[in-house]
């Protein structure tokens, strides 16, 4: 893993094994302690300039060590250093444990009273608590963000104070950092290319290519110099840089890759768009990984070792079997205007030849000017007209031009149903799940963030077969026959499949590190919250 020094300070004290200063006085150190609690339990919110936040938990954890020290003095301090530094790899920041004024403290310390020793140990013992915390359940609150917000969090069945003391006085802390440790694959992937780009970004970053008409293959252009070191920042060119001018089949083919990586139209044309996605700084990738990998930390706790991941920025579904990635397939998300919620839920059934009940919204959005322009549509499209009462009712008897015509649509089972042939149901108060589309050629878009708000998945099939994998009286031909038959039929799963609906506009796919844009807007909230102070 690439890991990048964030403090010279804190580099040199793991670098001299953070020579631990024997105190003296500790009966008075322990005073000061119990002293410095209490007040802070009573409302004193900073201890020399830092904010404290755990101070219930450091009035217990204190308690059940009768106010000795836990770091000033001890190997703990070592530990903790090595930890944060960690944490720091993982997409934090500083500042988020109290650095680097948390060295100042300590060597305040090291010379100075039985105040100052107190004063770093409370510092550290806080930096602690935060750190645990924030890997445990993340550093921003996702209910305070989003409504929709229904993933499980960890429950802690132990008070944290004897959990800390039980580490503290037999493995170490390091042991509880490693009991706590994500050992996911793609978040270890993400750390790993986030501190790639904070490298990336320490050396200087890569070249910005001027803006000028659109760059061709075989053009001849004073920007493919400049275009061959911007790739070759990345990864996607591997050829020499030189001083030709000319666009080569060799750059073209890394540029390729890179538009794929991006989402953007493989052709290796650099039009504004893919121009636009390669002048973005490392500085702003580094960002993304980041929220990354926040995001990942508000569930990851809760996956089990079977789940179905949507990708709602990057319009893509992933199926994880056993805890390894099993199959990924292009998707379709809501639009900016209809967004696909983040939530999860678990598949129950699949449904064949699905019927589509045209939700209110849509009917009264979409369909309800298409029909008094076309009064064919409905008949064309295999659609049924219901009354109030559920009744099917002649599309004629119906007053289009009303505000309200105070009836329902759904569309027959067929090739032309917007769900098409399946979907994959499970039940939510959204009314979103997964299906298959009648317009498949939407698959080859850039941007597929085009739905009302439910996930089209391009292979739905493939995804039915591994879905039903347990279920030894399944088989494709049993799948053709019921599609072939026409008819409505639900297949209940062998198990319920968990599904979770995420955002993330940066992963890991295939060991290359993939960004997009953030369709709805969302990142630059997160972010704010993500580097605000706790």
Known sequence: MIRIPHSVALAACLAFGL???PHTGRASVETVLAEQVRAIVAGQSEVSGEQIVAGDFLEQLYGLRGNAPIWFGTPAARQLLAELDFALSQGFRPPDF???????????????????????????????????????????????????????????????????????????????????????????????????????????????????PALKPGMEDPRVPVLKERLLAEGDYTGMVGEGLVYDAVTEAAVVRFQARHGLSADGVIGPRTLASMNRT????VDQLRLSLERFRWFVRGLEDDFVLVNIAGARTFLVLDGELAWTTRSITGSAYRQTPVFRDDIKYMELNPTWTVPASIFRKDKLSVIRKDPG??????????????????????????????????????????????????????????????????????????????????????????????????????????????????????????????????????????????????????????????
């Open 19 to 21: 020579t631990i200063a």
């Open 98 to 212: 109290h650095m680097p004024r948390l060295l100042d403290l300590y060597d305040q310390a090291t010379v100075g009273t039985d105040a100052d020793k107190a004063a770093f140990d409370i510092v550290a013992t806080d930096a602690a608590a935060r750190l645990v915390h924030h890997m445990v359940f993340g550093k921003v609150s996702p209910e305070a963000l989003s409504s929709t917000w229904n993933f499980s969090q960890p429950v802690i069945e132990r008070p944290p104070a004897e959990v800390f003391q039980e580490y503290l006085s037999g493995p170490g802390f390091s042991a509880l950092m490693g009991k706590l440790a994500i050992g996911n694959s793609q978040y270890l992937q993400m750390v790993d290319a986030l501190n790639l780009y904070r490298e990336i970004d320490a050396r200087g970053g890569w070249p910005m290519v001027p803006e000028g």
């Open 282 to 285: 490392p500085a702003d990738r």
């Open 377 to 534: 549509y409905l008949e064309r499209n295999n659609y049924l007209v219901r009354n109030a009462s559920g009744k099917v009712v002649p599309a004629r008897s119906v007053n289009w031009n009303a505000n309200n015509p105070n009836v329902s649509l759904m569309q027959k089972p067929g090739p032309d149903n917007a769900l098409g042939r399946i979907k994959f149901m499970f039940p939510n108060k959204y009314a979103v799940y997964l299906h298959d589309t009648n317009n498949r050629g939407l698959f080859d878009r850039e941007d597929r963030n085009l739905s009302s708000g439910c996930v089209r998945v391009e292979d739905p099939f493939v995804l039915a077969g591994l879905l039903m994998r347990d279920d030894p009286e399944w088989s494709q031909t049993r799948m053709q026959a019921i599609l072939d038959s026409g008819k409505t039929t639900r297949v209940d799963l062998p198990e319920p499949m968990p599904v979770m609906l995420t955002y993330w506009t940066a992963w890991v796919e295939d060991g290359r590190v993939h960004f997009r844009e953030d369709p709805y807007e969302r990142d630059a909230a997160v972010l704010k919250a993500l580097n605000a102070a706790f």
